[in-house]
């Protein structure tokens, strides 16, 4: 074979020595690494060795009671998790094929659209396509792009922050997010005319917890206007309890606005005539730049896409 030949053939890569990289990273000792692959210590070392002597780089410190991936450790692990997820997306695929599914597809969202688009999306794509298995998942989306960094999500529906390495992901916005602020349904404060956020300032509120971009822009909301931000919070992100608490109470709640909407047209919340200058950030669909989509994959985020301009268009 021909010295243009790429690298891993001419060393004789070994789909063990990926295992074992990912392996390493996630458990930081190859004692417990070579258990769970089914190895010798002594021959989990030797993989690692000639890894790294076909690279001529060292890939892990050793330290006394573990090992950490150097910085060409990171970028073999990064990779080595993209070859071995496209290889079980394959086998996915020919799987698929061959029963006559249509394959699998995994979407993560955050809560506004996954309460608004995901859902009618999944249900008009699943009516064209019943073999189409798809999982979906809420979270925040810090959570949901540390998921598809893993190969745990074929794609997410989230925001992008300043701290995310936008080289290795693909962003295509949907919406922005309004806000808005919500009590029970009688609420006292649901007939007051020209409500503001002097009226509110020291009332009880359930906000999002310290730290989360939604709780910063409604603190800054109120500074902005040159008023305390409310000290009579609880704090929680568990949407079950902040509905709960809502209709026992006579507290005030702040929420993205379709997820307001959505609670409110079931009797649980309603909407208070109080106008809040505070909005979140856009989201939109994240995949990434360095896998590309299965088929399952690719007829879900176009059906995003059109459910997403039929929904937001206009906002």
Request: net charge neutral; with cysteine.
């Amino acid at each position: 074979m021909s010295d243009a030949s790429p690298w891993y053939i001419r060393t004789r890569l070994k789909t063990r020595q990926l295992l074992l990289l990912v392996a390493l990273a996630e458990e930081g000792n190859i004692h417990r690494v070579a258990e769970l692959l089914s190895m010798t210590q002594p021959a989990a070392s030797r993989l690692l060795r000639e890894l790294e002597e076909m690279l001529d780089v060292s890939l892990f410190e050793r330290l006394p009671r573990g090992m950490r991936p150097t910085p060409y450790g990171l970028a073999m692990i990064r990779h080595a998790r993209a070859a071995l997820g496209s290889l079980d997306q394959a086998r996915e695929e020919v799987l698929a094929i061959r029963a006559g599914r249509a394959g699998h597809v995994a979407i993560g969202a955050i809560t506004s659209p996954g309460v608004k688009l995901v859902p009618a999306t999944v249900a008009q794509l699943k009516l064209e396509n019943p073999g189409l298995r798809v999982s979906v998942e809420i979270e925040n989306s810090n959570v949901l792009l540390e998921r598809l960094a893993q190969n745990k999500l074929d794609l997410v529906i989230a925001r992008l922050f300043a701290e995310h390495d936008k080289l290795q992901l693909r962003y295509e916005p949907l919406s922005g997010e309004p806000v808005c602020a919500v009590a029970r349904p009688g609420h006292p404060l649901m007939n007051m005319p020209g409500l503001t956020l002097r009226d509110v300032e020291h009332s009880a509120w359930i906000v999002p917890p310290a730290g989360s971009v939604l709780r910063h822009r409604f603190d800054l909301m109120f500074q902005r206007e040159s008023l305390m931000p409310p000290t009579n919070v609880v704090e929680t992100a568990a949407l079950l309890v902040v509905t709960r608490m809502l209709t026992q109470t006579d507290m005030l709640a702040v929420l993205t606005s379709d997820v307001a909407q959505y609670y409110a047209s079931y009797g649980m919340v309603a909407v208070l005539p109080l106008p809040l200058p505070c909005h979140m950030d856009d989201f939109g669909i994240i995949t990434r730049t360095d896998r590309l989509l299965s088929p399952a994959a690719m007829l879900l985020a176009d059906a995003i896409r059109v459910g997403g301009r039929t929904l937001y268009q206009g906002r």
